[in-house]
């Protein structure tokens, strides 16, 4: 079966074909650092990395690219509203300098590398600081102002969108993705409402360029630093379903209407929103989780990554720790059923079932489906205790839930102790003993299987 992706652009799915035969170019929109990255912010990240992983498994080398946004990126996505980064440094008492907020951006960038490690997604081919590519920011701009897209107003250099006979072609003029990305604030110098900064003045902080001191529009480092590593069209682009009216749009603009080829990008891929309590998980509104909120519960954070799984990445989902904890629940029987496969070494990976594994992902990443197999091939009892573990292996390669690593832990002296008890009084007949001693092992965290003449304890 073709790779399939929903292209945004376009509003279906498409067969995939990388420009470069070898190798495919991806762009996936970072964080802004100016705080903690909460769950819902991860889900991008899960699914760019369940992308990378699927076009590998596909046969492709990805070489993706992911800004880290640490200016720039004003409270709405259009050009309102304070500056994030500067928000975060009087949050933090911190005084407004550009050093500080480089501190504040490696402190924050750090948090979500470690986030990104717990939830086994790969580290991109190159991650760089968007304030590392301010030249590149300043060129495109000047390339769109000597082709004569841009104008001036008092807070900034404008790009004007009525220069550009298609713009708006990803969201198709219809603002229905995102209440909060559709937004434009009014300005009353602009030309037209959906003009947007491509650098906004800043006499206190900023960046010296030929047009004052401040800073480049938060879309232009997306399609400066897209361009340079990534060249002036490549293949996919990622981010969040909040991107795509006005981040992605004006992305497309510039780099567009700068370059004069088109597309920019082939394939714009958008992951849907975590929600919580039926509204946007959002940092802003203080209504959020981070992810050592789930581990401080003792929750193995790996079981949200199983949790978003469960739901293609175009669905949104509603998060509740009654979800996470099933999730969880079902992770652990999914491990045991594989630690069960015992020893077992050097088996061969089961085609029957790779190819319907790979047949789901090919069709727009439907991971709910893929999980399924995975289930199933770990319940066939005409697939050997081998076969069934390079399978998993294989699939894992994938799917990213940790079963490379996974070991049989250590059983404490204590419980392999009462565990004998117990069998000792099942071999007096002693019943209510053993059951006795059964729930106490429960209690625990361990449980005991009878397996053939024997048993077997397991953490629960
Ligand atoms: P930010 O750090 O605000 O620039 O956002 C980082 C990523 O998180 C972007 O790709 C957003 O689209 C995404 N995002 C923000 N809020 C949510 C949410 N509640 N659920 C899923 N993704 C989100
Ligand atoms: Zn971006």
């Known amino acids: 079966m073709p790779l399939k992706f929903f292209n945004t652009l376009g509003r279906k799915k498409e067969i995939f074909t990388p420009i470069d035969s070898k190798e ?32 590998e498994y596909c046969g492709y080398k990805v070489k ?45 960038t750090e948090k979500f590398k470690e986030d990104l490690v717990k939830l086994n997604i790969r580290m991109p081919s190159g991650l760089y ?129 700068a370059t004069g080829k088109k597309p920019f990008v082939r394939f714009w891929l958008h992951s849907e929103f975590v929600d919580i309590g039926g509204a946007k998980m959002a940092k802003s509104d203080e209504n959020f989780f981070k992810l050592n909120s789930i581990i401080e519960k003792g929750i193995n954070p790996v079981a949200y990554r199983y949790w978003l799984l469960m739901a293609n990445y175009r669905t949104k989902v509603n998060f509740t720790w009654k979800a996470l904890e099933g999730a969880e629940a079902a992770l652990k029987r999914l491990y045991r059923l594989y630690l069960d496969q015992g020893e077992a070494v050097a088996g061969n990976v089961n085609m029957k079932y790779k190819n319907k594994f790979k047949k789901y992902l090919e069709d727009d990443l439907d991971t709910p489906r893929a999980l399924t197999v995975m289930w199933n091939v770990l319940k066939d009892e005409k697939v050997s205790n081998a076969d069934k573990k390079a399978t998993v292996l294989d699939f894992d390669k994938v799917l990213g839930l940790g079963f490379e690593n996974l070991k049989e832990e ?26 006795q001693l059964r729930k106490k092992i429960n209690s625990l965290g361990y449980e005991i299987k009878d397996i053939g003449g024997g048993y077997k304890i397991n953490k629960i």
């Open 129 to 257: 600081y968007a304030s590392d590519l301010v030249k590149e920011d300043a060129d495109l701009v000047k390339r769109l102002e000597e082709k004569g897209y841009t104008y001036k107003t008092r807070d900034g250099i404008y790009f004007d969108v009525s220069k550009m006979p298609d713009y708006g072609a990803l969201w198709g003029g219809k603002r229905t993705w995102s209440e909060e990305g559709a937004r434009v604030e009014i300005n009353s110098e602009k030309r037209h409402p959906e003009d947007f900064a491509l650098w906004k003045f800043n006499p206190k902080i900023g960046f010296p360029s030929p047009w004052g001191q401040g800073f480049p529009g938060w879309h232009i480092e997306c399609s400066a630093m897209g361009m340079k590593y990534l060249g002036e069209q490549f293949d996919v682009h990622t981010g969040g379903v909040d991107h795509i009216s006005t981040h992605h749009t004006n992305e497309i603009a510039q780099s567009e209407c």
């Open 64 to 108: 993706q690219i992911m800004n880290i946004t640490d200016m720039g990126h004003l409270s709405s996505d259009a050009d309102s509203g304070e500056d994030k980064m500067t928000k975060g440094l009087l949050r933090e008492g911190k005084e407004l300098t550009l050093k500080n907020m480089r501190k504040l951006a490696d402190f924050y």
């Open 410 to 435: 250590e059983i404490p002296d204590e419980i392999k102790k009462l565990a004998l008890e117990r069998e000792e009084a099942r071999g007096k007949k002693d019943f209510k003993k053993s059951d």
């Open 24 to 55: 495919v170019r991806m762009y996936t929109c970072g964080p802004t650092v100016y705080n903690y990255a909460h769950i819902g912010n991860l889900r991008a990240y899960v699914f760019a990395d369940v992308l990378c992983r699927t076009l």
